[in-house]
């Protein structure tokens, strides 16, 4: 059974950092392309980055140089470190391949505010 957990959120005052984890089960991140997502209240979810299975990274142009994603083929876990955050970032953020196929995690909230 293929699982996403994410995991990391927060409340952080603007300009903060936070990493947050997908720790994937039942499937390999190694050799998708792995993307987070992000979903604010009233909007739809939208891919903030993603990264291949030969480690290529392409960012929304929101985030582009604050934040960046990674993986760790051994612990089978995608990360998203979020640097000089801002309250416009705040969403509940998601994990899935890109693009998504797979059944949606809960999700980790993340709230950006002073």
């Known amino acids: 059974q293929v699982q996403l957990v994410e995991s990391g959120g927060g409340l952080v005052q603007p300009g903060g950092s936070l990493r947050l984890s997908c720790a994937a089960s039942g499937m390999r991140v190694s050799i998708n392309t792995m993307g987070w997502y992000r979903q604010a209240p009233g909007k739809q979810r939208e891919l903030v980055a993603h990264i291949t299975s030969g480690s290529s990274t392409n960012y929304v142009d929101s985030v582009k140089g604050r934040f960046a994603i990674s993986s760790d083929n051994a612990k089978n876990t995608a990360y998203l470190q979020m640097n000089s955050l801002k309250p416009e970032d705040t969403a509940v953020y998601y994990c899935?391949?890109?693009?998504?196929?797979?059944?949606w995690g809960q999700g980790t909230q993340v709230t950006v505010s002073s």
């Open positions: 899935n391949t890109f693009p998504s196929y797979l059944p």
